[in-house]
């Protein structure tokens, strides 16, 4: 089976602008979930999808959101991007969207903000 | 709120040593342990994994942990490590009574495996 995959690998952007980042799940996974990757602050949760409805929410402002498609692909935007939010955004799916069930993770986006 | 810690930022070993990296968790609830490990320029892997049952639980490349629910702590162990096991070490925490995946996941150690 191929893994999650995400594109692009690699976004440069300027403070002020938006991007969206897209997420494959592994074939017949229903739950995709987003993560961000920092130096400083680590993995931290964005949120998670399930069934084209957003299950569960991290502390992040409302300029970041997501959505999924009825294929399970999705896609999370941030607008009026700042500095603070490059970082290494990660993707990762699950079968059920059980807290048991075993999350795979993709290879990520690097987004870079001028 | 929940949270992850990982005890050891950087541990540095030579080869044929054995490895221990704590991790302990804060939640009062009953949660799902995990271990995620990532090789240089590769993604986040799963390494290991407890839900219920034996606490000692058994994971690729020789690496097991072993759930305390008394210490609230899912410490990571290999008997003797390799070079090829350099890498950066993640302990995660998904508590049963949060709807879906969230995953809670500590600062992480970087293991450095000397030849």
């Known amino acids: 089976k191929a893994g999650v995959t995400q594109t692009p690998r690699y976004l440069i952007k300027t403070r002020g602008q938006q991007v969206t980042l897209s997420c494959s799940p592994i074939?017949?996974?229903?739950?995709v979930s987003w993560y961000q990757q920092t130096p400083g602050q680590g993995l931290q949760f964005l949120f998670e999808?399930?069934?084209?409805?957003?299950?569960n929410k991290g502390n992040f402002p409302g300029r970041f959101s997501g959505r999924q498609f009825s294929n399970s692909r999705s896609e999370m935007n941030v607008s009026t991007l700042e500095l603070g939010d490059s970082a290494l955004y990660l993707c990762?799916?699950?079968?059920?969207?059980?807290?048991?069930?075993?999350?795979?993770f993709g290879p990520g986006t690097r987004l870079t903000v001028l | 709120a929940q949270s992850v810690s990982q005890h050891n930022h950087h541990v540095i070993l030579s080869e044929a040593a054995s490895l221990e990296l704590g991790c302990n968790y804060s939640?009062?609830?009953?949660?799902?342990l995990f271990w995620y490990v990532q090789y240089p320029g590769q993604h986040l892997q799963l390494l290991l994994k407890?839900?219920?049952?034996?606490?000692l639980v058994k994971g690729i490349k020789g690496f097991e942990a072993e759930f305390i629910k008394s210490k609230f702590s899912f410490n990571l162990r290999k008997p003797s490590v390799q070079w090829s096991d350099t890498a950066e070490y993640f302990c995660?925490?998904?508590?049963?009574?949060?709807?879906?995946?969230?995953?809670?996941f500590g600062q992480g150690t970087e293991l450095s495996v000397k030849p």
């Open positions: 407890y839900f219920s049952g034996d606490p």
């Open positions: 939640y009062g609830g009953t949660v799902n």
């Open positions: 995660a925490v998904n508590a049963r009574s949060d709807q879906g995946g969230k995953l809670i």
């Open positions: 999808y399930f069934s084209e409805t957003q299950r």
């Open positions: 074939s017949g996974h229903r739950s």
């Open positions: 990762a799916s699950s079968f059920t969207s059980g807290a048991a069930d075993t999350q795979y």
